[in-house]
């Protein structure tokens, strides 16, 4: 490898574009956002092939999954293994390409041309290929550390850590905020004013907290980032950081105006909340407070609550409990039709089946 190399995820609204714009302005440093993203689905799509562990619709949404401890050890054990035929390799250069060129202009574009270079490979093979491809063109003399932002790969910290030396950086952020942030605001009427499922959203971020749980112990290669200690006192995160990527800390990172996009431009945030402007915004931690409804905010907190204990965050719904959440509605109508199924609707069925699962974990911490 020629640099350092790094690796941002967690789901989405938790800053992590933020963060890469962040570091990208190190001179150190150079971050980019969502090349890859069709990569990671495939990589995980054949290794759950080539194991027999799909059964059914294979288009799975990233993010989602429940597997246990032992399941996930097998899938660090195997994943360096899986095999990209000439045939996927077609397929995955076609659809990097059209998810790039579909993007607004966040996703860099200076690597396509070099994409004819990938070629098959076992998953450890491909990955370092795509690597070397993206990294070519934005990095420098003074660049010690390259890394990429991809949303819903926090299975891979792992592996790659163990199997590369990857470094990982894990975004966290409140689950009411980030509610907050997909289903109200600007956001909203980006996406055609079609909401996310409240219980997809909640599984998928009790999910990355379950793997933030799993890659705890492994400090130098893995950092779980707070997203409420990043916006409200920038400083100290991003020092830590830089120690964990071996670079000093510089304070060109803080600077709004130095903050750039996929075209070089000067980056504008993505918040849903505030519109037009640049830079890290404290109030953004709060402003879910302003825009849940009470059950919105109580059903959240009633399913995520022993998961919220543990991250940090506390209940403000206290009486909103098993009969409050049994009565809880969310319209199917307003949901993106893509996530309009089972098992993200809560219809009584999945409200018992969600009860279930709450009253298994209670019983195994007892």
Request: glycine share 8%.
């Amino acid at each position: 490898m020629k640099f350092d190399y790094f690796i941002i995820s967690g789901i989405f609204r938790t800053g992590t574009t933020l963060l890469t714009r962040v570091l990208d302005a190190h001179a150190q440093v150079s971050a980019l956002y969502q090349p890859i993203t069709p990569f990671f689905k495939m990589w995980l799509k054949l290794y759950l092939r080539q194991s027999g562990r799909i059964t059914g619709d294979e288009d799975f949404p990233m993010g989602i999954d429940d597997w246990s401890r032992e399941q996930y050890e097998q899938f660090i054990r195997h994943i360096f293994e899986v095999s990209f035929e000439k045939r996927d390799i077609e397929h995955l250069k076609a659809g990097i390409t059209e998810d790039v060129l579909s993007d607004r202009g966040e996703k860099p574009r200076h690597f396509l041309s070099r994409l004819e270079t990938l070629g098959p490979g076992i998953g450890r093979e491909v990955f370092e290929q795509l690597y070397d491809i993206v990294s070519e063109g934005v990095t420098n003399p003074q660049t010690r550390c390259f890394g990429i932002k991809e949303l819903w790969i926090e299975e891979f910290f792992l592996p790659l850590g163990q199997g590369l030396g990857i470094k990982s950086m894990h975004l966290i952020r409140d689950p009411r905020a980030i509610y907050a942030s997909r289903n109200y605001g600007k956001i909203l009427e980006q996406r055609k004013f079609e909401k996310y499922p409240l219980l997809f959203i909640v599984q998928a971020w009790r999910r990355s907290l379950k793997y933030g749980r799993w890659n705890r112990p492994r400090r130098d290669e893995y950092m779980l980032v707070k997203y409420e200690d990043f916006v409200g006192d920038p400083k100290p995160c991003l020092e830590r950081i830089c120690r964990l990527l071996d670079i000093e800390y510089s304070d060109a990172m803080k600077e709004p105006a130095g903050l750039t996009d996929g075209k070089g431009n000067r980056w504008m945030t993505n918040s849903s909340f505030f519109t037009g402007s640049s830079g890290i915004y404290r109030d953004a931690r709060e402003h879910w407070r302003t825009v849940l409804t009470e059950d919105e905010a109580g059903a959240i907190e009633f399913l995520c609550a022993r998961d919220m204990l543990e991250a940090g965050y506390k209940r403000v719904q206290h009486g909103f409990g098993e009969k409050e959440f049994l009565a809880f509605r969310e319209d199917p109508n307003t949901l993106t039709p893509w996530l309009r199924k089972a098992p993200f609707l809560l219809s009584e069925a999945q409200k018992r089946e969600e009860l279930r699962n709450l009253s298994t974990i209670s019983g195994s911490d007892s």
